[in-house]
């Protein structure tokens, strides 16, 4: 026994045959991309939550190739309270009680990191600002440092890994770590009085 649908049938509903299958899969597809979320790059709309910025990095070996010192600035780009708590040179952590650290008010803080570092063997207090009278006292870290979102710090860490005049690499590999943040830069040796 055969069913046969006389031609006048689709002729007479030919609309309503294409509204329902039209409506079906506008019915299936919804439900197959209504759990896939829209593409948005979170970097333009959310600042990022833990970033640091590694800025004027310099390495200084005196003359006498005795003494040796490293300066950086950090700064906390983020939307969080970081605390520095790492920092390698040449793949070798530093221990706490080698950093000397300096926080000034942001725009203070901001201005210095604009000024080159000068080299100076003694890092407990360093002359950064020009538009101050004197040194700018250091603090010798024992503890992670911390800072706040847009806060900055300039690190001098004396005698780094034993590096002197007769290291042979070309540059050397300097990591900061704070929090899950990370930078890392390369820097060639610098001569000084």
Request: charged share 20%; net charge negative; hydrophobic share 40%.
């Amino acid at each position: 026994m055969k069913l046969i649908i006389p031609g006048s049938f689709y002729a007479n509903h030919k609309r309503e045959i294409i509204a329902a299958i039209g409506i079906t899969l506008f019915l299936v597809i919804s439900v197959l991309i209504w759990p896939i979320p829209t593409w948005q790059p979170s970097s333009y709309y959310v600042q990022q939550p833990e970033s640091i910025r590694l800025t004027n990095l310099h390495i200084w070996v005196t003359n006498n190739n005795n003494t040796s010192v490293t300066a950086f600035a950090v700064i906390n780009v983020g939307a969080r309270d970081l605390t520095l708590d790492n920092i390698s040179i040449k793949g070798l952590s530093i221990p706490h009680d080698s950093w000397y650290y300096h926080n000034t008010d942001s725009d203070g803080v901001l201005y210095d990191v604009k000024d080159r570092l000068k080299p100076d063997y003694s890092p407990d207090s360093v002359d950064i600002d020009s538009r101050l009278a004197g040194e700018e006292g250091f603090i010798r870290a024992s503890e992670p440092i911390l800072l706040k979102p847009g806060e900055a710090v300039i690190v001098y860490v004396l005698n780094p890994e034993e590096i002197n005049a007769t290291y042979q690499d070309p540059s050397i590999v300097v990591s900061v770590k704070a929090g899950a943040a990370q930078s890392v830069q390369a820097v060639k040796i610098l001569f000084s009085d």
